[in-house]
């Protein structure tokens, strides 16, 4: 291993690494403690419930401004075809609000940098496993 490889290594332990692996462990103890309490079916259901609203949050706020703006623009598009004349309900506006939503979601876990938010992120998702594993 390289000299560089190493300083960085002790450079993340000694600034980040100590608390993101001290928030797995403490996440993942809590996790199995609670499943051990009131049964590991229903922590993981709880689990398996909590991520899944969490990613897909934006694809249902994406999808409900969807559908708002066809409600509102249906009137006017079937005005438009009685009268056959040309009328822009701004499709093009709507996909890129969707993205910019759906990208802005994902994009502010992308910027989390700090160690005891991923590190109960990644002690949920360890917990899952091992109850998993052993259920």
Avoid: H, K
Avoid at 78 to 92: K, V
């Amino acid at each position: 291993m390289s000299n560089a490889f190493l300083q960085g290594l002790r450079s993340w332990w000694t600034s980040n690494g100590r608390a993101y692996l001290t928030t797995v462990a403490v996440c993942t103890v809590i996790a199995l403690a609670t499943a051990a309490a009131v049964g590991v079916d229903r922590v993981m259901n709880a689990g398996l419930q909590v991520f899944g609203v969490a990613l897909a949050l934006p694809f249902v706020v994406a999808l409900a401004i969807i559908l708002l703006c066809a409600i509102i623009f249906l009137p006017l598009l079937l005005l438009a075809l009685l009268l056959e004349s040309d009328i822009d309900i701004g499709g093009d506006f709507i996909a890129d609000l969707a993205a910019r939503i759906i990208g802005g979601y994902f994009g502010w876990f992308a910027r989390r940098r700090d160690p005891m938010f991923w590190g109960s992120v990644s002690g949920a998702l360890v917990a899952l496993g091992v109850l998993a594993l052993i259920s």
